[in-house]
């Protein structure tokens, strides 16, 4: 029962460095999202998805893109590193069926991402 | 814009000393509330949903309750196994998707 997988766990780029995190989920959830959890600053909204192929921006999605190609997965792409975007990255999974949906969000563990 | 808040920040009791936490929130139209726990590395664990003011959820020493403008999080009796950080948070529609505005947290230590 893996829920939400999240590679790497841990990672250090280099300022101008690009990279991709994963992220995978097998409980058939149609939405995913990408958050950022910065000390003292609570979780922010990076990017969320739908559903396969229908992506749109969170909260702070400068720096970052997405793609979803396939319900399971939603990589988190970081082109030009800038140590701004050292934080930890988690990635979360729900379903959803519209407005009147109130289901929990599910998380992976993370991957702790420092730029220096 | 949909707000909320948990107090305290911190919190260190004593094992067996029970206390509550607060979230208290704004919203536009309640659709529930989320409680998660959170260890050190880690990803939010979640505990309960809360649908409508006046219920209650239980698990082993935890007790959450919802009112119209804020839940709390009963820690009856805890033990060192209990410390982490309680996340709250809640789920608005809102631009076409469902999206989940959550509180900072309350770190809790217990100590044995």
């Known amino acids: 029962n893996a829920g939400v997988t999240q590679t790497p766990k841990f990672r250090i780029l280099k300022i101008g460095q690009s990279m991709t995190l994963q992220c995978a989920q097998d409980?058939?959830?149609?939405?995913m999202y990408w958050y950022r959890q910065d000390p003292g600053m609570g979780l922010k909204l990076i990017y969320y998805s739908v559903g396969a192929g229908i992506t749109d921006k969170g909260e702070v999605p400068n720096g970052y893109n997405v793609s979803r190609s396939t319900t399971e997965y939603f990589p988190l792409r970081l082109e030009l590193a800038a140590p701004s975007q050292t934080s930890v990255y988690f990635c979360?999974?729900?379903?959803?069926?519209?407005?009147?949906?109130?289901?929990?969000?599910?998380f992976g563990d993370g991957t702790r991402l420092s730029i220096l | 814009e949909d707000q909320v808040t948990q107090s305290p920040e911190a919190l260190r009791l004593q094992e067996g000393e029970s206390s509550s936490l607060n979230c208290s929130y704004t919203v536009s139209g309640l659709r529930g509330l989320f409680w998660y726990r959170q260890d050190p590395g880690k990803g939010p664990e979640f505990l309960f949903t809360?649908?409508?003011a006046g219920e209650e959820k239980e698990k082993e020493r935890l007790k959450a309750t919802l009112t119209k403008k804020e839940s709390f999080l009963h820690i009856t009796a805890p033990k060192p196994e209990d410390s982490a950080t309680y996340l709250c948070?809640?789920?608005?529609?809102?631009?076409?998707?469902?999206?989940?505005?959550f509180g900072t947290g309350t770190k809790l230590q217990v100590i044995p």
């Open positions: 809360l649908y409508s």
């Open positions: 979360a999974s729900s379903y959803s069926r519209g407005r009147d949906s109130n289901q929990p969000q599910h």
């Open positions: 409980m058939n959830h149609n939405y």
């Open positions: 948070a809640v789920p608005a529609y809102s631009g076409g998707y469902q999206k989940v505005t």
